[in-house]
């Protein structure tokens, strides 16, 4: 089926410093879903992008869909301690989801 | 938005056995689903619970292990049969809400252990 990749896996930060994870896929992607799953906890949904080069941006968190739909990333700003989670990438087809295999992001402070 | 819940919430099963994991929304909604997590891994869709009719399993998945019910619009239930420590994994009730986006909402997950 479709895949989709996202890497890194894991990315330790020093707090304060930023932080990006990426998301492609082999095929065009009809939107791309965000998600941020602290630890020990369930998958809070962050943002949909559908549009061609779609740029949202929510507070420190910055969300790009590329210009070919194949691709994706997710940039934090500043990154602090309550950023720290796994934060994966989702294609939503039919409402369901297919996940990236998420960024674990660790915080130091 | 829609508030999940999911019982049990933690678990702890003998081999063999078998467990239902139950999952009430607080609206009506169309469409429900089930994903697994096994530890440090992403999510998978296990399957969609469909009202009135049986479930659609994703390739991998088939009823005799993973067999669902939806009676009505706010409930479903997933049961893991015979278990094995593979089986050991956080599962989770998920379901769309219309809108301008259609978000997904997640239950707080089952963490189930199999030994």
């Known amino acids: 089926g479709q895949q989709v990749m996202q890497i890194p896996q894991y990315q330790h930060v020093q707090e304060g410093e930023d932080f990006t994870t990426y998301c492609n896929s082999s095929?065009?992607?009809?939107?791309i879903q965000w998600y941020k799953q602290r630890p020990g906890g369930h998958p809070v949904f962050l943002i949909q992008?559908?549009?061609?080069?779609e740029v949202k941006k929510q507070k420190r968190l910055t969300f790009q869909f590329g210009e070919a739909k194949k691709n994706s990333s997710l940039h934090i700003t500043a990154t602090q301690t309550t950023d720290v989670g796994t934060y994966f990438c989702?294609?939503?087809?039919?409402?369901?989801?297919?996940f990236g295999g998420g960024t674990r992001l660790m915080v130091k402070p | 938005s829609a508030v999940i819940s999911q019982k049990p919430s933690r678990d702890i099963c003998q081999r063999g056995t078998s467990l239902t994991i139950q999952c009430q929304v607080d609206?009506?909604?169309?469409?429900m689903f089930w994903y697994r997590q096994q530890p440090g891994q992403s999510l998978t869709l296990i399957a969609t619970a469909n009202q009135g009719s049986e479930a659609t399993y994703e390739s991998g998945f088939v009823i005799d292990k993973f067999p669902i019910s939806r009676p009505n619009l706010t409930f479903s239930t997933l049961t893991v049969s015979n278990m094995s420590p593979e089986d050991s994994s956080i599962y989770l009730c998920s379901v769309a809400v219309q809108g301008s986006v259609n978000t997904i909402y997640f239950g707080e997950g089952s963490w189930l252990t199999v030994v």
């Open positions: 095929t065009t992607l009809s939107n």
């Open positions: 989702a294609r939503n087809a039919g409402n369901m989801l297919t």
């Open positions: 992008l559908v549009k061609s080069g």
């Open positions: 609206s009506q909604v169309t469409m």
